[in-house]
């Protein structure tokens, strides 16, 4: 059984990269609801033997500080909606911010599945931010480098077992 992913998380974190990293090229538009064509990219992701379709959460990036919350929230609960598992990125460089507490509550609301990323996780930089995100209340973080693609084993580990 294949599943879907969604990647999901504020501006900056990392997401696209991951998604470009899991994907290649094979990327396609998302086009099922007016005004949020360019907002999500889906694609077919590679991990080992695993094949799944991945969900970018992008779009956000042009967005006005007034609206940028609502967007986030919008365009977030809609891939949570079509993914069986969401992958909520944080960047572990910054630690945990008011923005991402956010996220985490939607996602704990929304009751999906979620799996933790703390991104940007090379070297001791990253160190007190994957321990911050402990207190996210989604669980163990996995440590990702979606650049210098580390922790993509513990990724396949996590997401194995929903396969
Ligand atoms: P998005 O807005 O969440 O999609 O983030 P992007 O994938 O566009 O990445 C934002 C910035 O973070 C870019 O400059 C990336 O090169 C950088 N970045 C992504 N992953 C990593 C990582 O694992 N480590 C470091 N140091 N930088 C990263
Ligand atoms: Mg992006």
């Known amino acids: 059984m294949s599943f879907t992913l969604a990647v999901v998380g504020r501006p900056n ?10 994907v290649g090229k094979k990327l396609a538009l998302v086009d099922d609801q007016p005004g949020v064509t360019r907002d999500l990219r889906e694609g077919e992701a590679r991990l080992g033997d695993l094949r799944f379709t991945v969900i970018d959460t992008a779009g956000l990036e042009d967005a006005t500080d007034n609206s940028l919350e609502g967007r986030m929230r919008r365009l977030t609960e809609r891939a949570v909606d079509m993914a069986d598992i969401c992958l909520f990125m ?50 163990e973080p996995i440590r990702l480098s979606a650049e210098h693609g580390e922790g993509l084993n513990d990724l396949y580990s996590q997401l194995l077992p929903l396969s």
Request: hydrophobic share 45%; glycine share 14%; no cysteine.
């Open 90 to 139: 944080i960047d572990a460089r910054a630690g945990v911010t008011p923005i991402d507490e956010m996220f985490a509550e939607i996602l704990r609301k929304r009751s999906a599945h979620v799996i933790l990323a703390a991104n940007k996780g090379e070297g001791s930089a990253a160190d007190s931010g994957v321990i911050e995100a402990y207190g996210l209340g989604l669980g």
């Open 13 to 22: 974190v990392g997401k696209s990269t991951l998604f470009n990293r899991l």
